[in-house]
């Protein structure tokens, strides 16, 4: 079998005719279709507003903005998550509080985050790790008992929803991701979803240099030569050629969650059976989006680590990854704050024992075969 890479993005005819219209329109970057794309996309998690980015992390460093966070500020949020999702904090000299996650989902630990509030607690920002949605419930309460607010990092959750509701209608802002191996792709891109009108103003204002309303029509018939700027924003618009391919994307969503969804039962079939392994946690009350295949290795009945048996997948020709290196154990994190592993032992200690799978729609059964087969073939190799 040929190497099966990590993970691929579902391009088809569709999305190059959709690109190829926006390069021919001769408008390439935000216009009709970053606007088009966002209408769909705010309709498709019934939020009212979306403002299309050119990454998560520009999402999220918006969402932090219009709900003012200012240095000293601290925010609660998963040390079991990417670089993004904590650096936004730090953008502000605000302290990102990390809170360990709870040891099914690895998500938010909603038990351990109100011993974290404290004065100075101005956001918890949960993480939708590989797609499956926090316990929001339990954040929403702690989140209103303290007068915070919160929002989301959906980058791995499109579409999912949590108890029937889209996740992006959730919380006041949510902000999702499109980077190229992400559930929809837009090559690289974010969106942040709210309801609140002044909050989606700002997020829009600020995405474009903080530029008054409508920075992208000055150049159109109905545009205006004249601007003003009402606060130094940042340049974080999304451009119409990756709007357009986000707009394909969207339309084919649930057709490549379906299938990624399958993908993920035909694992658990196999894996449930082996116990070296650990399956993903679901939960039938909420919506997983698939985007991650998190298996987990128990270490304790193999004679090989989990750098050995990423290297024994690769021989095999299969292409693997790791989500994620806790926060807290990054140079940076640990110089700035003095964390040791164990000061959030479950994200740790997951960590060490997790690989993840291909699980993409563009896989056909012959490739779930063969990562089956390999993961099988590694566990009876090394099993004690
Ligand atoms: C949990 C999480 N949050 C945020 C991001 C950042 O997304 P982007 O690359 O679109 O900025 C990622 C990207 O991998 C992620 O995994």
Redesign the pocket.
């Known amino acids: 079998m040929a190497f099966l890479p990590f993970a691929l993005p579902d391009i088809d005819e569709t999305e190059v005719q959709e690109v190829k219209e926006a390069l021919q329109s001769g408008w390439i970057t935000t216009g009709p279709k970053t606007k088009q794309f966002e209408a769909e996309f705010a309709k498709a998690v019934g939020a009212k507003h979306a403002i299309a980015v050119n990454?998560?992390?520009?999402a999220?460093h918006l969402a932090l903005e219009a709900l003012g966070v200012r240095q000293g500020d601290e925010v609660i949020t998963s040390p079991y998550?990417?670089a993004?999702?904590a650096e936004v904090i730090r953008y502000f000299d605000a302290r990102p509080v990390f809170v360990d996650v709870e040891p099914r989902f690895l998500n938010l630990n909603p038990d351990l985050i109100e011993q974290a509030v404290t004065p100075r607690t101005k956001i918890i920002l949960p993480?939708h790790?590989g797609g499956m949605p926090a316990n929001m419930d339990a954040i929403r309460d702690v989140a209103t008992r303290h007068g915070i607010l919160v929002i989301e990092?959906a980058?791995?959750a499109f579409p999912s929803s949590y108890k029937g509701k889209p996740i992006g209608s959730v919380s006041e802002l949510t902000?999702f991701?499109?980077?190229a191996?992400?559930p929809i792709t837009t090559g690289?891109?974010?969106m942040i979803t709210t309801d609140n009108d002044q909050w989606a103003d700002r997020c829009r204002i600020m995405s474009l240099h903080g530029i008054s309303k409508d920075a992208w029509k000055r150049y159109t018939a109905e545009g205006s030569w004249y601007y003003e700027i009402v606060a130094p924003g940042f340049k974080y618009n999304m451009t119409d050629i990756a709007a357009a391919m986000g707009i394909a994307q969207l339309r084919k969503a649930n057709i490549m969650l379906e299938k990624r969804a399958k993908i993920a039962r035909a694992y658990h079939a196999a894996f449930s059976q082996l116990p070296q392994l650990q399956i993903p946690f679901d939960d039938a009350a909420q919506q997983h989006a698939w985007h991650l295949y998190m298996l987990r290795l128990n270490l304790d009945t193999l004679n090989i680590d989990r750098a050995r048996f990423f290297d024994e997948l690769k021989v095999r020709n299969i292409g693997a990854s790791v989500h994620?290196i806790p926060l807290h154990i990054h140079p940076y994190y640990r110089a700035l704050y003095g964390y040791t592993p164990d000061d959030f032992p479950v994200a740790y200690r997951e960590y060490m024992r997790e690989i993840s799978l291909p699980i993409y729609s563009k896989m056909d059964e012959s490739d779930v075969q063969h990562v089956i087969e390999a993961v099988t073939d590694i566990v009876n190799h090394f099993c004690r």
Do not use: I, N
């Not at 990454?55 to 520009?58: E, G």
């Open positions: 990454s998560c992390t520009a999220m998550t990417f993004a999702t993480v790790l990092d980058a791995h902000c991701s499109f980077y191996t992400k690289e891109g974010g994620f």
